[in-house]
Nanobody
Framework: VQLQASGGGLVQPGSSLTLSCTAS??????????MGWFRQVPGKEREFVAA????????HYSDSVKGRFTISRDDRKNTMYLQMSSLKPDDTAVYYC???????????????WGQGTEVTVSS
């Protein structure tokens, strides 16, 4: 199973950015998995950002991104997205996507991880 995260970059405060995470693998059925985004800065633990249930009906966000970020999934493309708007310098981190058979908000619940994509918010 491979999760490929992409879309990171350097943006100015107040800008928008969309991250993508595409899943592949012969034994991996995308619709069997809930998906999540986490982020990490050096010296800190990996932090939950957002999650979406396997059927797309339920989503959760951390308080720090609620109202600014939107998580979604396109099961036809085996891809999950994170639309980020009104970005702040505090959003600077490496963003990781992850997959889990169990819907959850903690990193320990996720079985598969992507390699991370870096987001830098700076003027």
């Amino acid at each position: 199973v491979q999760l490929q995260a992409s879309g990171g970059g350097l943006v100015q405060p107040g800008s928008s950015l969309t991250l993508s995470c595409t899943a592949s693998g012969g034994d991996f059925t995308f619709t069997d998995y809930s998906m999540g985004w986490f982020r990490q800065v050096p010296g800190k633990e990996r932090e939950f950002v957002a999650a979406i249930q396997w059927n797309g009906y339920m989503t959760h966000y951390s308080d720090s991104v609620k109202g600014r970020f939107t998580i979604s999934r396109d099961d036809r493309k085996n891809t999950m997205y994170l639309q980020m708007s009104s970005l702040k310098p505090d959003d600077t981190a490496v963003y990781y996507c992850a997959a889990s058979r169990v819907y959850g908000l903690t990193a320990a619940q996720y079985e598969y991880w992507g390699q991370g994509t870096e987001v830098t918010v700076s003027s």
